[in-house]
């Protein structure tokens, strides 16, 4: 099975800007998640789809958004990219159902520089 | 609110046994995560407690205690490719999200 995919691995824009980043999820995963990955911050939660429904959202501004296709494929846009928005985008998917484990697979991400 | 706590950085010897905490205070728990990542690479999933005990798993073994909010990795006879970030990672009531720590950078020296 093709592991999570995202393009494009590697994106400079400059401030104002946006940008639309891609991940396509494990054959059959449903539910993909975005994270962000800063030096300072971390690993943390931007958003959840399933089903082409956004399921829980974390503490990031309205200029981060995304959306799911019906084919799961998942797309995050950020509008007016600021400086602060340089980091490794991950995206994560996983299955669904009554199995207790259901680990989210990681994708390589999309490495944003703002400049 | 959400809090995981890790140790920023650590070092061990190549084939000793090194143990990364991991303390977390969340609203809610649904399974507490380990993911190894690499430098320049995607976290990949190590183990998973949902239970109270130890999860054993190769060199690799995870403990969890959820009346403390405390969990473990022990990692034991490193080796150097064990040299890595591990994050810690808590599960929401409803299944849907991850928290995670702000990750322990593991350095193992010959």
């Known amino acids: 099975k093709a592991g999570v995919t995202q393009t494009p691995r590697y994106l400079i824009k400059t401030r104002g800007q946006q940008v639309t980043l891609s991940c396509s999820p494990i054959?059959?995963?449903?539910?993909v998640s975005w994270y962000q990955q800063t030096p300072g911050q971390g690993l943390q939660f931007l958003f959840e789809?399933?089903?082409?429904?956004?399921?829980n959202k974390g503490n990031f501004p309205g200029r981060f958004s995304g959306r799911q296709f019906s084919n799961s494929r998942s797309e995050m846009n950020v509008s007016t990219l600021e400086l602060g928005d340089s980091a490794l985008y991950l995206c994560?998917?996983?299955?669904?159902?009554?199995?207790?484990?259901?680990?989210?697979?990681f994708g390589p991400g999309t490495r944003l520089t703002v400049l | 609110g959400q809090n995981i706590d890790q140790p920023t950085e650590m070092t061990a010897t190549e084939g000793a046994i090194v143990q990364i905490n991991c303390t977390y205070q969340?609203?809610?728990?649904?399974?507490l995560f380990w993911y190894q990542q690499h430098a320049g690479e995607a976290p990949t999933f190590l183990s998973y407690?949902?239970?109270?005990g130890l999860e054993e798993k190769g060199r690799f073994s995870s403990f969890l205690s959820r009346s403390k909010g405390y969990s473990y990795l022990l990692l034991k006879e490193l080796q150097m490719k064990d040299s890595a970030s591990y994050l810690c990672?808590?599960?929401?009531?409803?299944?849907?999200?991850?928290?995670f720590g702000g990750g322990t950078r593991l350095m193992v020296k010959p």
């Open positions: 054959s059959g995963h449903r539910s």
């Open positions: 789809y399933f089903s082409e429904t956004q399921r």
């Open positions: 990672a808590v599960r929401d009531n409803a299944g849907n999200m991850l928290t």
């Open positions: 969340t609203s809610g728990f649904n399974g």
């Open positions: 994560a998917s996983r299955a669904t159902g009554t199995r207790p484990l259901n680990e989210q697979f």
């Open positions: 407690n949902v239970l109270d």
